[in-house]
């Protein structure tokens, strides 16, 4: 749920903050309480100290509202209950930074800005990158007559599409694909080092990989994999190097 602060422009003006603070703060959380919490860590406070005592306090606490039920929110980021972006707006008491912010539970930030006379909702800061989109491609045939049949955004969908005999699981791409070299070296003690690269979608997991073993003939290898080709390099001559020194006696 979501709970929203309104701010009153105690002494005659707002407080604005980049970290989130401004006309408008909306909190995602469980409860009002949870919801106070976490606006009092954002900076808010419901104590009114230092507030004008004509204008009143500057924040209200949605759990302990004066002008009665707050505690249960809102199902999306709204303001007096309709949904941020559906509420017209013509009125900008920031100029050009942001009337308003919402803090997601993940530590995301939204800004809420005036466009064209309606509040408009837009990325601040991500801290937590979204969930992978995925969609499900219905094909039939083989070779020559391989088709793409449908997408779907349920696979169920895609699995019972009557026109299709297979199906495929995809990634939502959003902007243009990072293609780049993926390096694989490796060791065998009988037939020393060997390595290939090979163009691939870059997953963002910069951390090599490390396998070790023995062949049939008992001769210890060691496979490395990784997106950087030096570190990869490092990492199996440092590998190499102690598994010799440890076949040696010397550790």
């Known amino acids: 749920m979501f709970y929203t602060y309104r701010q009153n422009n105690s002494g005659g003006s707002f407080s604005f903050d ?4 401004s006309v408008y ?13 976490k606006a009092r860590e954002i900076g808010l406070y419901f104590d ?22 707050d505690t249960k929110g809102d199902a999306v980021p709204s303001i007096y209950g309709e949904p941020v972006e559906q ?47 995925k969609v499900y491609v219905a094909t039939s045939g083989s070779y020559s007559d391989y088709t ?16 299709a005999d297979d199906w495929l699981e995809f990634v939502l791409m959003d902007g243009p694909a990072d293609v780049r070299p993926h390096y694989l070296a490796t060791w065998n003690q009988r037939s020393g080092e060997w390595s290939s690269s090979h163009d691939s979608l870059y997953d963002g997991n910069d951390d090599v990989s490390v396998t070790d073993g023995s062949d049939y003939l008992n001769n210890p290898w060691i496979r490395v994999t990784g997106w950087d080709r030096e570190r990869v390099f490092k990492v199996l001559g440092e590998r190499k190097a102690e598994l010799l020194a440890k076949t040696a006696g010397i550790v």
Not at 90 to 113: A, K, L, Q
Request: charged share 25%.
């Open 87 to 133: 509420v017209e707006e013509s009125w900008t008491w920031m100029g050009d930074r942001p009337e308003g912010f919402i803090h997601y539970r993940n530590g995301n930030i939204d800004s809420i800005r005036v466009v064209d006379g309606n509040f408009q909702v837009q990325i601040w800061r991500e801290v937590a990158k979204p969930e992978p989109v």
């Open 148 to 163: 793409v049949e449908a997408v779907f955004r349920n696979k169920e969908d895609a699995q019972a599409y009557k026109l």
């Open 18 to 21: 980049e970290d989130g603070i």
């Open 48 to 69: 009114g100290i230092g507030d004008c005592s004509c204008c009143g306090s500057r924040w209200s606490s949605n759990a302990n509202s004066y002008w009665g039920d």
């Open 25 to 37: 703060v909306i909190v995602e959380a469980d409860s009002a309480s949870e919801a106070d919490s």
